[in-house]
């Protein structure tokens, strides 16, 4: 007799099917069948959880999202000094945009024509995910700002130029650009702490790991 499973354990499982399809297959060569097939359930039950493919990449956006947002917070509070947490977030940022070649940039290369509308190319996870990494940014530039560490006047819009920086670091963005990412890392790094008021040059990197 096969185990019953909650509700959270189906979703995890379609969630899990989709995001192994989705990095080995891409997004347009995986259909829904595939998906269910792999999950072993039928159609029906997984429009009880989703209601399309596109729905199961936002929830996956989301899931991604929360990840490197509690990443990103871990780093910060992991260094002692305050110009320190924000090189450590610079560098978390530097290793997701540039270790992750699989899932992620399935994920956040694929736009809904159908769920975005020409004024927004955002599909709705996209933007949620974008939401929870900037909100974890201005989470460190806050806490820095109260002890008097940062001198930011708008943390909210700082924390946006922030994460938008770092998108830098993807090199589907820089394909024509000859930088070394150790030059790239260390200029984000100065230009970043610049944003908050420090004067002080961020420490030159060392050798740089993909590790997460």
């Not at 595939?34 to 009880?48: E, H, M, N």
């Not at 320190?84 to 070649?101: E, H």
């Not at 943390?155 to 030059?183: K, N, S």
Request: hydrophobic share 45%.
């Amino acid at each position: 007799m096969s185990r019953y499973r909650s509700a959270d354990e189906r979703r995890a499982q379609l969630m899990t099917a989709g995001a192994e399809l989705f990095t080995n297959k891409g997004f347009a060569a995986t259909t829904l069948d595939d998906i269910t097939r792999l999950a072993g359930v039928s159609k029906g039950l997984f429009y009880q959880y989703f209601p399309s493919k596109e729905g199961l990449v936002f929830a996956l956006q989301e899931k991604f999202a929360a990840q490197f947002a509690t990443d990103l917070t871990a780093a910060a509070a992991a260094c002692a000094d305050w110009p320190g947490k924000l090189d450590a977030v610079v560098l978390t940022c530097f290793r997701r945009f540039t270790g992750d070649r699989g899932l992620p940039g399935v994920l956040f290369g694929h736009v809904s024509g159908d769920a975005a509308d020409s004024r927004d190319p955002l599909a709705p996870g996209h933007r949620a995910a974008h939401r929870q990494l900037v909100d974890a940014i201005a989470a460190v530039l806050g806490a820095g700002v109260a002890a008097g560490a940062y001198q930011v006047d708008d943390v909210e819009a700082t924390a946006l130029l922030f994460f938008t920086t770092v998108h830098a670091f993807a090199p589907v963005l820089r394909p024509d650009i000859d930088m070394a990412d150790d030059r790239l890392l260390r200029a984000t790094q100065q230009l970043v702490r610049g944003a908050v008021g420090l004067t002080t040059l961020a420490s030159t990197p060392g050798p740089i790991s993909t590790t997460h």
